[in-house]
């Protein structure tokens, strides 16, 4: 069953028990979670995502990740650890080329390095993550979205996973996931599909990354061009199958 969502309107009942039940498969397969990349722990830790130690490693990860793999992305932090060079401050300052250098297992690490300096040194001029962290989840969306490189999806990341505030990415993979299990039609714009994420969720912090990371995951590993329907955990609420 596919539906047309008017955001002014109520969500369906059915909408409302599907997205109970990912949360609760979800908590039942952190290990199909973590085999994506993704590490189910503390509400506020950045260790979601599995590599990242603190919110700027978080940060930075954001920016290398784009159209990157996972696995490179923490090579590429793992680079940064080794030359002390996971504090924003640091990489504000850093030479482009010498950053990118060692950002170097991520694809387009020229443009990367660029972005990451961007965003570094808008954050530093600001005061740091702790006084980001005193706005509002609509004033710092627009605050990172007015940096270089930095679109919603990743905009949207950072707020929900380095500063716990409620947002959500709505990603390619959430879209094919929702769109198979028959909760949207897929040809939602990105800010009614997240918009229909958060009405649902609301401000459930734990809810909101556990849902992220779940779907992203049946996106990476199941929901290919050649799917796995055979492992795939969502089989009781996917229409396709």
Not at 54 to 73: D, F, G, R
Request: proline share 3%.
């Amino acid at each position: 069953m596919n539906i047309k969502f008017n955001v002014e309107h109520p969500i369906p009942a059915w909408v409302i028990i599907i997205f109970k039940k990912l949360l609760r498969i979800f908590e039942e397969n952190k290990e199909l979670l973590r085999e994506a990349g993704w590490e189910v722990c503390d509400i506020d830790s950045p260790k979601w995502w599995k590599g990242v130690e603190t919110e700027e490693e978080l940060v930075i990860s954001a920016i290398l990740v784009q159209l990157s793999k996972w696995e490179a992305v923490v090579e590429a932090i793992r680079n940064l650890r080794a030359n002390g060079l996971t504090s924003l401050e640091k990489i504000a300052y850093i030479g482009e080329d010498k950053l990118a250098e060692l950002i170097k297992p991520v694809g387009l690490r020229k443009i990367k390095a660029r972005r990451l300096k961007d965003l570094a040194r808008k954050i530093v001029e600001y005061g740091g993550l702790d006084s980001l962290r005193k706005l509002g989840v609509k004033e710092l969306r627009n605050y990172l979205l007015s940096i270089e490189g930095v679109g919603r999806e990743t905009a949207d990341a950072i707020i929900l996973f380095a500063f716990n505030k409620p947002s959500f990415p709505a990603s390619k993979y959430v879209r094919e996931v929702l769109s198979k299990i028959g909760v949207i039609k897929g040809n939602e714009d990105y800010e009614t599909l997240r918009k229909i994420v958060l009405r649902e969720i609301g401000n459930n912090i734990y809810e909101l990354k556990l849902l992220y990371a779940g779907l992203t995951s049946i996106g990476r590993l199941v929901c290919k061009k050649k799917p796995k329907c055979n492992k795939c955990p969502l089989k009781e609420v996917c229409t396709v199958m």
